[in-house]
């Protein structure tokens, strides 16, 4: 219905072993390739070091970023040259020399709750939300979610085998909060993010492993939409992928009890469409779509709160007002339903 724009799925915030992941950059790929990914996006903490060995590996592309500040303020730098040094106490310098460099990045783990077995409770937030400058923030983050409920030891054993309970409700409220909250001044990007690391523990005999590069990749993903098919050519294929999350042309979606992909969220009117992260003027003609690949319950959330609620698989929307729509998609589960998709939002002006 929606498009004739190619779909891809990756993955965004992986640590490797040139910071404090466990793998290398082929195995995560591999292990990318066997999710069936197309791109993964690497951000070890403060370098480039994996730079050198961005490109093709099979079918998967593995692009790298970095992931700027210690204690605070995490900042996922990408399409960056050069290193760019950290600045807990004013984010706002990083963001801007990503930009100066023609990068851009998003806010990483934003809110935390943090949980009692992890440091003390600690948490690594982002302070300063009056910042600009920043194309968006992770909505969705898996390591740190995961971790923060986490509220005891036996929570963290029922946890570690059923890491999907985490995830069940979907994005931390607060978060989607503050996202509506930012979105009502301009246009910011909503990506999900694994925040992979595979930490392998030692409690003993036992050999957990936490954030696993190959659990990860069937979790939280971000797709997104490139005009033209990937063309085997690294650069020209990286800058699709760029400007896809630049404009906001992504959802995000929990692949792992049933694949997002063929999720599409478009403002028609009179033959034209926008797409997610566009804008349209509204008339009495414009119309929102929404196509979900398995019949589920959709919300249409306007300016932050529930506007329409339907289930199925395509659904249409009508007689709407100036705002700023975005969708999320719940999947019937058990007895119940379990989050699914967020998409990223169409300004109705
Ligand atoms: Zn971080
Ligand atoms: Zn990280």
Redesign the pocket.
């Known amino acids: 219905m929606v498009n004739s724009l190619n779909e891809l799925a990756g993955n965004i915030?992986i640590h490797t072993r040139y910071s404090d992941g466990s793998g290398d950059i082929p195995t995560i790929a591999g292990a990318a390739e066997k999710a069936g990914l197309d791109f993964i996006i690497i951000t070890d903490?403060h370098h480039l070091q994996g730079k050198a060995e961005e490109g093709y590996y099979g079918k998967v592309m593995v692009l790298v970023g970095s992931?700027i500040?210690e204690e605070c303020n995490?900042y996922l730098a990408l399409d960056i040259e050069q290193p760019v040094p950290g600045n807990d106490h004013h984010p706002q310098e990083v963001i801007d020399m990503v930009n100066n460099q023609g990068g851009f990045g998003f806010i990483?783990?934003g809110i935390e709750k943090g949980s009692l077995l992890y440091r003390n409770g600690k948490t690594?937030p982002w302070n300063d939300w009056r910042a600009t400058g920043f194309t968006g923030i992770d909505i969705w983050s898996y390591l740190?979610q995961w971790r923060d409920e986490i509220t005891g030891i036996p929570k963290g054993f029922f946890l570690y085998f059923n890491p999907h309970y985490a995830f069940k409700k979907g994005p931390m409220k607060p978060l989607l909060r503050k996202w509506d909250e930012l979105l009502r001044k301009r246009m910011v990007v909503g990506i999900g993010c694994s925040?992979a690391h595979a930490i392998k523990l030692k409690l003993g005999p036992w050999r957990p492993v936490l954030s696993d590069y190959y659990l990860c990749f069937r979790c939280i993903n971000t797709h997104l939409f490139v005009k033209e098919p990937l063309s085997g050519d690294f650069e020209k294929d990286k800058a699709q992928i760029y400007q896809a999350l630049k404009s906001g042309r992504c959802f995000v979606g929990y692949d792992f009890f049933r694949k997002t992909t063929g999720f599409n969220f478009v403002a028609k009117d009179q033959g034209k469409t926008a797409l997610m992260g566009e804008k349209i003027r509204l008339t009495e003609k414009t119309v929102l779509e929404v196509e979900v690949p398995e019949a589920a319950k959709i919300f249409l959330i306007k300016d932050g709160r529930k506007f329409r609620e339907t289930m199925g698989k395509r659904s249409r929307f009508s007689w709407l007002g100036k705002g700023v729509y975005r969708v999320e998609a719940y999947l019937p589960h058990g007895r119940g339903h379990r989050a699914w998709i967020f998409s990223n939002p169409i300004f109705l002006e």
Do not use: P
């Open positions: 915030h903490h992931e500040n995490h990483a783990h690594y740190s925040d």
